[in-house]
């Protein structure tokens, strides 16, 4: 399953480095990720210190 970016995102940039699949870009305040690239592996969350990549 896909995973989605909270409003928690502090646009850090730490998913954006995790993610194999380069699904995530920045959007306008947050980032946001690409659910038809998104293999939904969790490396995004596991590398973001606020918690803001969840399962969609």
């Known amino acids: 399953m896909a995973y989605?970016?909270?409003?928690?995102c502090v646009s850090c940039g730490a998913c954006v480095e995790a993610c194999?699949?380069?699904?995530?870009?920045?959007?306008?305040?947050k980032y946001v990720i690409n659910a038809d690239i998104c293999v939904g592996c969790g490396a995004?969350?596991?590398a973001c210190p606020v918690g803001a990549p969840q399962e969609a």
């Open 4 to 8: 989605k970016i909270s409003d928690d």
């Open 20 to 29: 194999p699949t380069e699904a995530i870009t920045e959007g306008d305040g």
């Open 44 to 46: 995004c969350a596991e």
